[in-house]
């Protein structure tokens, strides 16, 4: 486990390494360029994980389990918002339903965390879930880049989840067809590192105007680019850092 930057959260847990591209999102997963900086420095959970294609790096679509992760957040006393496999996805179709199901036994056993599950598999998500316990600290979500992809939500919305929540990042193109009935957070975020494809501000304006009849707080994370800091996280002069409401 380790302390992170992402706005969203607080720290990343990866019990599972590795994934395979399938959607534009995609492309330039920050993931995989950080499994094949950790290979090459002889991290041995990455090994093989990712090769060269086209000068960049591009998963192999092989999955490592790490059981000895799994005891991370027990060791970790002080509260955190956890990011469960910022490098992988845990509903990804190698990952075994019983390693899900370890990972949600550890959860369950503390929750002093909150954990914030992303993945591009929400119906897989839900056929898994459905057979788990909800827990109230752990927030399930799905990633939606275009409106080829709208399709995501409608399949987290059958998700029994604490909190459904949509990461719109990379966003490449409009989705101002979505539907966030059920959904408690959305988050938004430009693409950003070498690569990086541009986000209209007009893609943001729809998902903004979204959020307010759904009840649906709105976090925007970044503008993204090459250079994102420079870029900043600023949309229509303020900071939107909202926080869904927890189920009392």
């Known amino acids: 486990m380790a302390e992170t930057a992402i706005e969203w959260t607080d720290a990343t847990w990866n019990p599972v390494a590795g994934c395979s591209v399938l959607s534009p999102g995609c492309t330039n997963c ?46 970790w006393r002080r ?25 949600w036994a550890v959860m369950a056993s503390t929750q002093w965390h909150t954990y914030q599950i992303l993945t591009k598999r929400p119906v897989r998500m839900a056929k898994i879930t459905a057979g788990l316990k909800m827990l109230p600290n752990v927030w399930l979500g799905t990633s939606v880049e275009n409106a080829e992809h709208l399709d995501r939500i409608d399949a987290l919305r059958k998700v029994n989840a604490a ?8 966003l490449l193109g409009s989705v101002g067809a979505a539907n966030l009935t059920g959904i408690h957070w959305a988050i938004v975020g430009g693409e950003s590192g070498p690569r990086a494809r541009p986000m209209l501000e007009e893609w943001v304006d729809e998902i903004e105007a979204a959020c307010r009849p759904a009840g649906t707080a709105f976090f925007f994370k970044q503008w993204g680019g090459v250079r994102k800091k420079s870029t900043g996280r600023t949309y229509r002069d303020q900071i939107f850092d909202e926080m869904p409401n927890l189920p009392v």
């Open 30 to 75: 920050y993931a995989m360029r950080m499994a094949a900086r950790l290979d090459a420095m002889g991290v041995a959970k990455y090994r093989g994980l990712t090769r060269k294609s086209g000068g960049r790096a591009k998963w192999t679509g092989k999955i490592r389990l790490d059981r000895e992760a799994l005891v991370a957040p027990v060791k």
């Open 79 to 103: 509260p955190r918002r956890i990011f469960v496999n910022s490098m992988s996805d845990l509903f990804h179709d190698a990952v075994p339903e019983d390693f899900v199901a370890d990972v």
């Open 163 to 170: 909190i459904r929540f949509i990461s719109f990042e990379p």
